[in-house]
């Protein structure tokens, strides 16, 4: 591994998102032979398949270049669990769901006011292993935030943004990758953000394009919205998005596609 003057002291631990900054942070390390100690993926386990076989590529590519393979943090249940079954504990929560016939169990959909699935699925396991690796190791964390975004950059001396350093937009970013063979498999060329295909908070651009692109993934997301509605009722847990059910979507998608035939 190549080190670079003044680095020898720290550890070198990479985020990687999979999305387009993330992934062109860790090529362009590689690529200028920046040291790379350790790359941290969170699994959801709600990512498209795509993004699955691009978390793959570059995995391999890891290997080939530094001789590591990128570490990959999940959640001991995963999504469904903390939906529909993970036990609420605080006495309040309690009380106030017995009061409202909402089961003791389960979070039901996120939304923008409580997004528990990035909290429980992506954060704390980064920053948790993040911390460790500081105290055990020294670490520097690399966090790929591209140049047009530094207002999501932290005050932290252990933080580094090379993207913000090389000035590289978002728009730059996806061309790094492409430009070294990462497209994707085409999921940037039919949606705007390649994030977890279940998030309520998907445009509605983007949920009309997985049910055409990824009927597979739209078929779960209905049997989601079913059981949720099913279990948590029409509030705000038991609702996929405001006034919208997966399926009366799918019955407003329906329509809008056959008008738009006529």
């Given at each position: 591994?190549?080190?670079?003057?003044g680095n020898e002291n720290f550890y070198h631990a990479v985020s990687l998102?999979?999305?387009?900054?993330?992934?062109?942070?860790?090529?362009?390390?590689?690529?200028?032979?920046?040291?790379?100690?350790?790359?941290?993926?969170?699994?959801?386990?709600?990512?498209?398949?795509?993004?699955?076989?691009?978390?793959?590529?570059?995995?391999?590519?890891?290997?080939?270049?530094?001789?590591?393979?990128?570490?990959?943090?999940?959640?001991?249940?995963?999504?469904?669990?903390?939906?529909?079954?993970?036990?609420?504990?605080?006495?309040?929560?309690?009380?106030?769901?017995?009061?409202?016939?909402?089961?003791?169990?389960?979070?039901?959909?996120?939304?923008?006011?409580?997004?528990?699935?990035?909290?429980?699925?992506?954060?704390?396991?980064?920053?948790?292993?993040?911390?460790?690796?500081?105290?055990?190791?020294?670490?520097?964390?690399?966090?790929?935030?591209?140049?047009?975004?530094?207002?999501?950059?932290?005050?932290?001396?252990?933080?580094?943004?090379?993207?913000?350093?090389?000035?590289?937009?978002?728009?730059?970013?996806?061309?790094?990758?492409?430009?070294?063979?990462?497209?994707?498999?085409?999921?940037?060329?039919?949606?705007?953000?390649?994030?977890?295909?279940?998030?309520?908070?998907?445009?509605?651009?983007?949920?009309?394009?997985?049910?055409?692109?990824?009927?597979e993934l739209w078929a779960r997301l209905r049997d989601m919205d079913n059981?949720?509605?099913?279990?948590?009722?029409?509030?705000?847990?038991?609702?996929?998005?405001?006034?919208?059910?997966?399926?009366?979507?799918?019955?407003?998608?329906?329509?809008?596609?056959?008008?738009?035939?006529?």
């Amino acid at each position: 591994m190549t080190k670079t003057s003044g680095n020898e002291n720290f550890y070198h631990a990479v985020s990687l998102s999979g999305g387009k900054d993330s992934s062109a942070l860790l090529l362009l390390m590689m690529e200028k032979e920046m040291p790379i100690d350790c790359v941290l993926y969170a699994d959801t386990g709600m990512e498209f398949p795509e993004m699955e076989a691009h978390i793959a590529k570059l995995d391999d590519l890891l290997y080939r270049e530094r001789g590591i393979h990128i570490i990959t943090l999940r959640h001991p249940h995963g999504f469904e669990w903390l939906m529909f079954d993970q036990p609420k504990q605080r006495p309040d929560c309690l009380e106030r769901r017995a009061r409202m016939g909402i089961p003791p169990q389960g979070n039901g959909w996120p939304g923008a006011k409580l997004r528990w699935c990035t909290g429980e699925l992506k954060t704390r396991l980064i920053r948790k292993e993040v911390n460790r690796l500081k105290r055990e190791k020294n670490a520097l964390h690399y966090i790929g935030i591209a140049a047009d975004e530094t207002q999501r950059c932290k005050d932290d001396t252990s933080h580094r943004y090379p993207l913000v350093e090389w000035g590289i937009t978002e728009t730059q970013a996806l061309q790094v990758c492409y430009n070294r063979g990462f497209d994707f498999g085409g999921l940037y060329e039919i949606y705007h953000r390649a994030s977890c295909w279940c998030c309520p908070l998907n445009s509605m651009d983007n949920l009309r394009k997985i049910r055409i692109h990824h009927p597979e993934l739209w078929a779960r997301l209905r049997d989601m919205d079913n059981r949720a509605r099913a279990i948590f009722g029409p509030g705000p847990l038991g609702q996929f998005k405001k006034d919208w059910s997966v399926e009366r979507l799918e019955e407003r998608f329906a329509r809008e596609e056959k008008k738009g035939k006529t």
